[in-house]
């Protein structure tokens, strides 16, 4: 493990200057070829670690250079020359508890989250718990299941459940609010401190206005955007405002949003955990699947799979010292 002068030596290497790292560094660095791997645990990250990381990537081909502690035990990062692909695959599941982002280092900072909000900002899926109020919370989740599996259509699937609660109360929304929803861990940090960092932070739900508003604003993000439950008389009419906010509104955001900054598609990240969050975490500079269904972790260029959402926070190198947590 190298001293804390290592952030120097990535300074000057993304300046063009050679590192003082070996002949295979110093012919491969130059400004577009310089990548980042970040191992990311929970106070088990040793050093030890760090060196059979290390050696893996030069097993793999990848010209490892430096490495060095963002945090000591929590998160680390490994700078390499080539092969980031390769690099991935040497390291994901090497270490126990352990995520693994792999990305180019001179875009790593980024400018845009857009980020889903059931089972990502929030710990449940709105809609089971709300029609956990209607008694059928068994049928609906199977459903919810399956559509974020990706073995259903979205759409469909969303219009057949808000039907099956026509007649809840309205007042049970607001119930399943307070009594229900709760916050991701990390999410506050993550998104409070790309914010104030001059980061753009919108919350893209496949689920409902009525939660998705009062957790972007808990949460502190800049904007929502959700499907319209319905309302008649104080119930439910089992109907949603068209169009659906589904996959294409969520890529759709996405695209708006980096045109509306004016910034690199690499300077953008997009996490979410279900199959309709798969264009915009494909189409993100860096997509991650969060805790995710199969389908989304297998296509995703990095997975959190132990972790918080802090992780993304690691990812961009950003040590707990600069965490915005209130």
């Not at 057949?160 to 916050?183: F, H, M, N, P, W």
């Not at 960092?197 to 739900?205: C, E, F, I």
Request: with cysteine; proline share 3%; charged share 20%.
């Amino acid at each position: 493990m190298t001293t804390p002068s290592w952030r120097a030596a990535m300074a000057s290497a993304s300046a063009d200057l050679p590192l003082a790292v070996g002949p295979a560094m110093s012919a491969t660095f130059g400004r577009c070829s310089m990548f980042t791997a970040t191992l990311i645990a929970s106070g088990t990250l040793t050093a030890g670690d760090i060196s059979t990381a290390m050696d893996r990537l030069c097993d793999a081909g990848c010209a490892p250079g430096v490495s060095g502690w963002i945090d000591e035990g929590d998160a680390a990062d490994l700078i390499f020359g080539m092969a980031p692909d390769a690099a991935r695959v040497a390291l994901e599941g090497a270490f126990p508890a352990t995520d693994v982002v792999v990305q180019s280092s001179l875009t790593r900072t980024k400018t845009l989250i857009v980020a889903d909000m059931d089972s990502t900002m929030i710990t449940v899926e709105c809609i089971d718990e709300l029609a956990d109020y209607a008694g059928i919370k068994p049928q609906i989740a199977e459903i919810t299941e399956r559509a974020m599996r990706g073995e259903l259509d979205f759409e469909a699937a969303l219009d057949a459940r808000v039907a099956l609660l026509k007649g809840l109360a309205e007042s049970d929304i607001e119930r399943c609010l307070t009594e229900r929803v709760k916050i991701m861990p990390g999410a506050k940090a993550l998104v409070r401190t790309m914010r104030s960092r001059g980061a753009l932070a919108v919350l893209v739900s496949g689920g409902f206005t009525r939660f998705a508003e009062p957790v972007a604003k808990e949460i502190g993000f800049d904007r929502a955007i959700a499907n319209v439950l319905e309302i008649e008389g104080g119930t439910l009419t089992g109907t949603v405002t068209k169009p659906i906010v589904g996959s294409d509104t969520k890529l759709t955001t996405l695209h708006a949003a980096i045109t509306e900054r004016g910034i690199a598609v690499e300077e953008s990240l997009a996490v979410g955990d279900g199959a309709n969050d798969l264009a915009m975490i494909e189409a993100a500079g860096l997509g991650v699947a969060y805790h995710a269904k199969p389908i989304v972790a297998a296509a995703a260029a990095a997975r959190i799979d132990h972790g918080d959402l802090t992780a993304l926070l690691y990812a961009q190198g950003i040590a707990k010292q600069h965490w915005v947590l209130d």
